[in-house]
Structure formats: C-alpha cells, structure tokens
C-alpha cells in the first residue's frame, strides 16, 4: 500500500503534491518523492525515511516551480526503503517518470526482457519495469496515454500507475487494475491519487474509475478509457468527509478501517506467491534449500497476536511437513534454555519487524546454530534484515495498535511458508497444494462476506455493553482465534476476557461460568467430524450453567445453530483455514464495544504499536 497523488494546474505542483502526500502519509512512509517536468527534463527529488525527510530536503534544494507533477509516499514490497528504490522512478532516457502502487508479479520476467533490449535498471523494484517499458513504447508511439494502454496489456498483478512525459509536461496519464484511484476534478486544476485524502483540501468533486481504465489528466480536461482504448464513463461522486476523517476513508478508527481492509491485505499477501510452475516462491530467501530438506524441528517465535498466528501455523504446518513445531513467546524462549540447533527452523512472526523481544530470540536461535524465516510486514526491518529469509506480508502499514489486517496476513503469510515447506520436502502432492492455494485465493471474498454482517455483531455489542467479563473458547486452530479474539477485548475495550482450548473448560475454568458470562465459540467445520462435535458438548456444558453462547459457525451448521443464544455465521472453509474467517468478528465485536464505551480504539491505554524494549 504506498500513498499517490499527481497534479495537473495553476498552483505549485510541488507544493500541492507534498501537502497531498502528507494527507497520506498513513499509507506508507518508509520513504517519499515528487518529479516535475522543466523545460524538457525531469526535476525529481526521492529519499527514504519519513515525508519530513523528503520536506526537509526540498526545503534545502526545492524544485523549480511547475503546474505539473507527481508524487509517492512508499511502504515498501519489492526492493528496501532507500533512495534509489524510492518513487518516482525515471525512465533510462529521462523522459518518463512514473509512480506505482500495488505489486507487478510479471516484474522479473519484463525486466529480463529489458536487460535483454539493453536497458540498465538502478533500483531493485518491481515498479521500474513498468517505468522502463512505457518509455519504450512512448518512443514508438510519441503519445503517453497509447503507450501507458500497451503497457498496461503486459502487466500481471495489481498496480495503480502515474506518469509525466517530459515532452508532454502538462499531462499526466493513469492506470489501474485492482488498486485503487481517483480523480479530483477541479476549477482549471486536476488531481489523480489513491485517496481523496489527498485533494479534498482543493476540490470535493471526484471521479472513480472502473477496473482496467486509463485517465488522461490536463488542467481543464480529463479523459477516461479502457485498455483497449474504447472510451469510458467515470462514476462521478462528492467527497463530504472532513480532511480528518478522509485519512480513515470515512472510518471513526484506523483499527476499524484496517478491519474493512482485510479482503485487499489478505490478497495482496497471497499474490504473485507462485511461479509460472506453479512452484510458491518466498520473498527473500537465504537459505540452502536442502537445508530446509533436512530439519528435523521447528520453532516459531513471537508476541501477542502474532504467536497466535504462530500457533494457528503450527497447526497447519505439523500437519502438512510432519515436523514437530513449537510454539513460543519470544520473551520466554531464550530463558529456558532451548534445545535448538542446525536442524532446527526457526520461523519468526512480527509485523512491525522491531519487537525486542522478538529479536533478542531469534538472535538467541541463531547462535545455537538455527536458521531463520521471518514473517514480516515492514521491508527492510531489523526482524527480516537478521533473519536468513524473510516472507512479507503485504498488509500495508497498521497504524492501530489493535492488530487486525497485520494478524490475518500474518495467518496467511504462515499457510503460504507451510505448502512452500510441504512442496519443498515432498510431503504434500502438487494437487493437494494447489487445493489449498485455491481455497486461499478464495479467502478474500470469504472475509468480505463475514464483513457484510458487522452491523450485526455491533448489535451484540451494544447488547453486552455493560459486561465485564467475557470467555472465547475453540478447539484446534480455533482455541488460536479464541485467545486473538479475548486479547483484542482486553486491548482495547480494557475488559476481563480469557481464551481457552474448550476441551480445557472442564479441568477449572468452568468454575467461572455463570449467567452473567458472555462465552463465545468457534465451532469447526461440521466437516471436522469428532473436533466438530465436542465443540458443541462444551456449548452445551456451559449452557447448562447459564451462560449466554455466542456460536461462530459455518453457515448451515444446524448443530451449531440450534445452541446459540447468538448465532454469528461464516462462510465455508477448510478446518485449517477458518481462522481467517472466524477472528473477523471478534475484531468487529472489540472494536465495536471499545467505541461504544468511549475508548481511543487506535491508541488504547499503556501500549504501543511496536514494543522495541524488553
Ligand atoms: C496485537 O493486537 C498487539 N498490538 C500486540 O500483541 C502485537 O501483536 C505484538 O506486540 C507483536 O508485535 P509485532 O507483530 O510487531 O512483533
């Protein structure tokens, strides 16, 4: 997810352009740039780090004035946050400058093909393909809206794409195929960008364009056509959000908004993971692939809601590689004396990249000879930069402290590393892997349609208000979702709420259960069999002691349904997949609950987003 904005009008593009970019600057920040076209060249300025530094910069050296530009605020997924592999990226000839956002699966194939043409590429990312490629075919075609269609046709993947023509300067031509884009249309002045975030402060009046559409952007008119250059009808629409409320696309929480975004995070996670083989393919890997044929133990280490990511991967990937794996807090790990070594994998989970404890772990596991695969969100973090592969998660940045989309990818992230291990070693066949995969894919639609029923997990919310005390309950991956869904409330609603294995209830923990308890239970797949039916033994023992059951279950699980004081329905999955479904509404639940009782939801008392000390 990367913030973009370009400006076509009578004001100072650049200034426009950085106050744009700061209105977006939640959508990533590891680093940031703006070209301009002066008098036939490119006048571009890009560093990492944070807007301030790129502001800072032009400050020192601004660009000179021009009515024309784009900008990009970046969080990174091919290629670390460094200056050279900032946006805008600029064409060999100098001609094009171009901005992206969303990932170009096909990037290394067309960037043999342009090495093969003779073209240098400086930047490790996916985006400089496209670059290089239009202005190929702006020198054959003269004509960048032509040139920006053909290219467009060879893209695989997700992509929202700008670009500036030096020989053109008062034009900027965009793109999109599943990434978002939008036009602000104003009086003598245009604006594209990813967010209205970006122009409302200029105009409210706006253009959505429709999957694979191009716009060509002047300062008084702007035209819309399809790839294949039949023109094309923008949705218009009037932006009544406040500047504040734009950053959150109208959400009262960053931490609700990234709930909603979910479907986007979990497809942009699972895109492009495989080769034209079919063979998965991790991100970064430094690791001897024989070595990971030969370990005989695995570890995941982690924090919070991400060793419950970690404990939901190990029931999937014990079950597809048949290698122990070990779940560990990373705080307890190293004190307890490990027994690791160089057959053992060591999988690390983290979504900023920076906990301490996480770090200090998977330090720990190093020196006994172990190797690393991280599981990240944040390209270039110290987490991923010490381990010996890393698989990113492409959630975009979290800005709420409550873990939600960074969660389910992480999940996702973890499904991928388990085929990619079974495939590896052998122990899973082709079809059965892309079985899974298939059903991944499916993923995103299935936590859409569990989206599509918020209002009436808000209605259990307001119906629980003044509840103190709340028990999740779950078996298999499900006892997983229970403790995520019973910290989410302790986090941010500051409520009693524990997690267990339902199997566990009877061994004490009943001994809390009364009429004034709120249990929630994920049911399994009826296709789980024997899991399925204990599940609904437990629901029925702790009926039995008054308590009121809220039941996440398969749609159409009359068993389920029929013991539920609250019945909240999921789409159908696979056992091992639903907790990519089921933790959804108990996210919405502690979200919901949290607002209702007046608490800062994004930054909830005593925590912070990345806990960088011991
Ligand atoms: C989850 O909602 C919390 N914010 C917290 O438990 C978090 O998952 C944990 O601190 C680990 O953070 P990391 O993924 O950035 O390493």
């Known amino acids: 997810m990367c913030g973009i904005i370009g400006y076509v009008g009578q004001q100072d593009a650049v200034q426009v352009i950085l106050e744009g970019l700061r209105r977006v600057e939640y959508r990533g920040y590891d680093s940031a740039g703006i070209a301009i076209a002066v008098d036939g060249k490119l006048a571009v300025a890009k560093r990492s780090g944070k807007l301030g530094s790129l502001a800072a910069q032009l400050a020192e050296h601004p660009l000179p004035s021009s009515g024309c530009g784009i900008g990009h605020t970046r969080w990174a997924t091919h290629g670390g946050p460094n200056d050279t592999n900032a946006h805008p990226h600029v064409s060999a000839d100098g001609r094009v400058a171009l901005v992206h956002n969303g990932i ?13 043409r003779g073209v240098t590429f400086i930047s490790q990312t996916d985006t400089e393909a496209a670059a290089q490629l239009l202005a190929l075919e702006l020198a054959l075609t003269n004509d960048l809206t032509v040139a920006m ?83 094309a009808e923008p ?21 609700r908004k990234e709930i909603f975004e979910q479907p986007r995070a979990v497809f942009d996670t699972l895109l492009g993971r495989s080769d034209a083989a079919g063979r998965l393919l991790l991100d970064e890997i430094r690791i001897d692939t024989n070595e990971l044929r030969l370990i005989d133990k695995i570890v995941v280490v982690a924090c919070g809601s991400a ?13 597809w590689i048949r290698v122990p794996v070990e779940v560990e807090l990373a705080s307890e790990f190293r ?29 720990h596991a190093r020196v006994q000879g172990a190797k690393v695969i991280a599981i990240c969100n944040t390209v270039g973090a110290t987490i991923a930069r010490e381990s010996d592969a890393v698989l990113y998660t492409r959630a975009g940045p979290e800005i709420a402290v409550a873990s939600t989309k960074g969660f389910l990818t992480q999940v996702s992230a973890a499904y991928l590393l388990g085929l990619y291990l079974a495939q590896l070693r052998g122990t899973m066949f082709a079809d ?66 524990e997690g267990f294995a339902a199997g566990e209830l009877k061994h004490g923990p009943i001994a809390i259960i009364d009429e004034t308890t709120p249990v929630f239970v ?22 039995a002691r008054g308590a009121r059951v809220v039941v996440l279950a398969e749609r159409g699980d009359v068993a389920a349904g ?52 011991e």
């Not at 594209?192 to 716009?215: C, K, P, Y």
């Not at 500047?243 to 696309?249: H, N």
């Not at 079985?435 to 918020?454: C, M, N």
Request: aromatic share 8%.
């Open 522 to 543: 994920v049911v399994p797949p009826p296709g789980a069999g024997q899991l399925h039916d204990k599940v609904i033994s437990n629901i029925q023992e702790v009926r």
């Open 562 to 613: 029929s013991c539920a004081d609250y019945l909240l329905e999921l789409p159908p999955t696979s056992v091992l997949l639903q907790p990519l479904t089921a933790s959804v509404p108990l996210q919405l639940f502690a979200c919901e609950l949290a607002t209702l009782l007046g608490n800062d939801v994004d930054q909830p008392r005593n925590l912070a987003k990345s806990v960088t000390v």
């Open 307 to 319: 060793y419950y990511a970690g404990l939901v991967a190990k029931y999937a990937i014990e079950h």
């Open 235 to 255: 949705q218009h629409f009037h932006v009544d959000w406040s500047p504040a409320a734009a950053e959150k696309a109208g959400f009262d929480w960053f931490m």
């Open 432 to 497: 059965e892997v892309e079985r899974y995969l298939t059903e991944l894919s499916e993923v995103p639609d299935k936590i859409q349609q569990v989206l599509d029923q918020a209002e009436r997990v808000y209605a259990l919310a307001a119906d629980v208000v003044d509840t103190q005390d709340f028990i999740f309950l779950g078996r298999h991956v499900g006892s997983a979702v229970a403790l995520e869904g019973a910290l989410k409330l302790k986090e941010i609603a500051y409520l009693h709420a």
């Open 104 to 116: 170009i699966e096909n990037f290394a194939e067309l960037r043999a093909e342009l090495e093969l």
């Open 149 to 231: 269609r053909t290219v467009c046709t060879r893209l695989k993947g997700a992509f929202t794409l700008v670009a500036l023509d030096t020989q053109n300067p008062e034009c900027l031509v965009a793109a999109r195929r599943d990434s978002p884009l939008v036009v602000g249309v104003g009086d003598g002045e245009n604006f594209v960008a990813s967010d209205v975030a970006s122009f409302i402060m200029h105009t409210r009046e706006a253009l959505e364009l429709g999957q694979n559409q191009v716009v060509t952007l002047t300062r008084n008119s702007v035209q819309v056509s399809d790839f294949d250059g039949e023109p």
């Open 335 to 363: 004190y307890r004396d490990p027994i690791v070594n160089s057959r053992t994998l060591c999988v690390t989970i983290s979504q900023s990249g920076e906990t301490m404890d996480t770090l200090q772990a998977i330090r």
